[in-house]
């Protein structure tokens, strides 16, 4: 049977896409080396679009309006620059009522786009540019550690991690973060009150790592404007043990918090990359695999969400669970000693 893999490797290759949310100008060149500050590409997009139907402020046809209208498509316009004029004694004008460009012209109408923003997208994490993806970003490699978690709040930042978990079930308060913390990615625990989140802001922190988070502050985290990932989803749950090793050996590293949406459709995870130095790189990771006995898998059900183990035996047909349902299942012993029945499909290779 195949099963997700959640990536917890000490050394990966790591490929990832940047790209902008509208067409644009990219900027990197194949084959160059980034940091995660370096601007790869850039757009400029219009927050509201306004239709001026000059057919109806005339009180004339769509043809005849077409024909008065002195805007040309692409054309920018100023506040109070002419669209048309109407003709006759007591003609009416109608003008741009704010600064913009045309981007339509037909049927009577003009159609500007107006409000222009700036969006600029840098690279996010170290590494070089393997491919190019027109108008919109490039692709990304690097080497290091991967941590995958189950939820993050959309956004990424790079900086030195400091550890301020004294164990994987350690719960983070505003009283333990100071001055000596701002612009440190934290590793926490667990935070059980939005005051910690506010303080963590008012420091600022550049992100924070969390073993889980309570579904009552997804609110409060998702207005953060740094990032916020959590490790192995909501609640009190304790950090697993595997990602706990990994993070914790790396405490005063570089790394990057990708806390993009999960996407089951897309694959994209919310993740930590580790950049580390290498003079051969490792293969890429899959995805996907076929559970065998004698992996290491991580349990996404209560009550043991988030707990590592091993698969130890695969049942044939379908196992009479618990609930009383039948489903396909296996045996796996976990790092207490406890060795337990669980549904195939509640479980997800490490590695």
């Not at 930042?157 to 505003?174: C, R």
């Amino acid at each position: 049977m195949l099963a997700p893999v959640n990536h917890i490797l000490p050394l990966t290759t790591i490929e990832r896409e940047r790209v902008l949310p509208v067409s644009g100008n990219v900027i990197a060149k194949l084959n160059q080396n980034v940091s995660s500050t370096d601007l790869i590409a850039e757009a400029t997009w219009s927050r509201e679009h306004l239709l001026i139907d000059v057919a109806r402020a005339l009180g004339i046809s769509a043809n005849a309006a077409d024909r008065l209208i002195r805007v040309k498509v692409k054309e920018k316009v100023s506040e109070g620059t002419e669209i048309a004029v109407g003709k006759g004694m007591g003609s009416r004008t109608i003008r741009a009522p704010r600064e913009g460009r045309v981007v339509a012209v037909g049927a009577g109408q003009v159609l500007i786009e107006t409000g222009d923003a700036s969006i600029q997208l840098r690279a996010g994490i170290p590494g070089t540019i393997v491919h190019i993806i027109p108008n919109r970003g490039a692709r990304i490699r690097t080497v290091g550690s991967l941590i995958q978690g189950t939820w993050g709040n959309g956004r990424i930042e790079t900086g030195l991690l400091f550890n301020l978990a004294e164990g994987p079930a350690d719960v983070l308060t505003a009283s333990r973060l100071d001055v000596s913390l701002r612009g440190a990615i934290i590793l926490a625990g667990l935070i059980r009150d939005a005051e910690t989140l506010r303080t963590a802001a008012e420091l600022p922190v550049r992100g924070l790592i969390l073993s889980s988070i309570s579904p009552g502050l997804l609110p409060t985290a998702q207005q953060m404007r740094f990032p916020i990932l959590a490790i192995d989803g909501f609640g009190q749950i304790p950090m697993n043990s595997a990602a706990y090793k990994l993070l914790t050996t790396n405490a005063k590293r570089d790394v990057t918090i990708n806390a993009e949406a999960f996407n089951r459709y897309t694959g994209a995870r919310p993740e930590i990359i580790i950049p580390l130095p290498v003079s051969q790189e490792p293969p890429l990771p899959t995805d996907v695999s076929t559970l065998e006995t004698g992996q290491t898998v991580r349990l996404r059900r209560a009550p043991h969400t988030g707990e590592i183990g091993t698969l130890v035996k695969l049942h044939p047909g379908l196992s009479s669970l618990p609930s009383g349902l039948r489903a396909p299942a296996g045996d796996v012993k976990l790092e207490n000693g406890e060795q337990i029945l669980v549904p195939l499909v509640n479980l997800e290779i490490v590695g």
